[in-house]
T-cell receptor, first 114, second 107 residues
Framework: DAGITQSPRHKVTETGTPVTLRCHQTENHRYMYWYRQDPGHGLRLIHYSYGVKDTDKGEVSDGYSVSRSKTEDFLLTLESATSSQTSVYFC?????????????FGSGTRLTVV | GESVGLHLPTLSVQEGDNSIINCAYS??????FIWYKQESGKGPQFIIDIRSNMDKRQGQRVTVLLNKTVKHLSLQIAATQPGDSAVYFCAQMVLTFGGGTRLMVKP
């Protein structure tokens, strides 16, 4: 989606290795979020950020950490990847000036942990 | 090994027909609702929203209806097209308050 990009789009990694996913926005939105999407669970919030260096946990934060050193970038790190973290990860942003108070989502990162 | 796919409710319609997708929500305090469309391999995309002080909102070919009495939300798509094929999600937002702080100003 315009204004928000995720990288990489696809990644295969081995169990026990660290992995970092990046979300980059050009909209200057205050809020950024990381979700994971799994069959039967919809989208579940992992972590979110409400400003530079301000982050908090979501409903499925165990095994994940995040960092936001500047407005544009929100990083999601799996310190030691496990097979249960195989999922599609979506970044979202919100807090713009428009009428839409909802979120804008990135295109997703498909992570496979083998 | 055996693979288990996602068991999603599925609505099948003919091209040109109207589609109605329903959503029940549980939190009576919800004050803002959004419909998202997710095409295969893509992130959810905003379609239309509605605030709790409204019961109907129309967009281009889409209408959202809100029935707060029965906590039900629906998305109507007129003249459904092949490009409408996707998974549709409803989402709700709730304005929640902290306990409050009393500020007393001494003259």
């Amino acid at each position: 989606d315009a204004g928000i990009t995720q990288s990489p789009r696809h990644k295969v990694t081995e169990t026990g290795t660290p992995v970092t996913l990046r979300c980059h926005q050009t909209e200057n939105h205050r809020y950024m979020y990381w979700y994971r999407q799994d069959p039967g669970h919809g989208l579940r919030l992992i972590h979110y950020s409400y400003g530079v260096k301000d982050t908090d946990k979501g409903e499925v934060s165990d095994g994940y950490s995040v960092s936001r050193s500047k407005t544009e970038d929100f990083l999601l790190t799996l310190e030691s990847a496990t097979s249960s973290q195989t999922s599609v990860y979506f970044c979202a942003i919100s807090g713009g000036q428009g009428r839409n108070y909802g979120y804008t989502f990135g295109s997703g990162t498909r992570l496979t942990v083998v | 090994g055996e693979s288990v796919g996602l068991h999603l409710p599925t609505l099948s319609v003919q091209e040109g027909d109207n589609s109605i997708i329903n959503c029940a929500y549980s939190n009576s305090a919800s004050d803002y609702f959004i419909w998202y469309k997710q095409e295969s391999g893509k992130g959810p995309q905003f379609i239309i929203d509605i605030r709790s002080n409204m019961d109907k909102r129309q967009g281009q070919r889409v209408t959202v209806l809100l029935n707060k009495t029965v906590k039900h939300l629906s998305l109507q798509i007129a003249a459904t097209q092949p490009g409408d094929s996707a998974v549709y999600f409803c989402a709700q937002m709730v304005l929640t308050f902290g306990g409050g702080t009393r500020l007393m100003v001494k003259p």
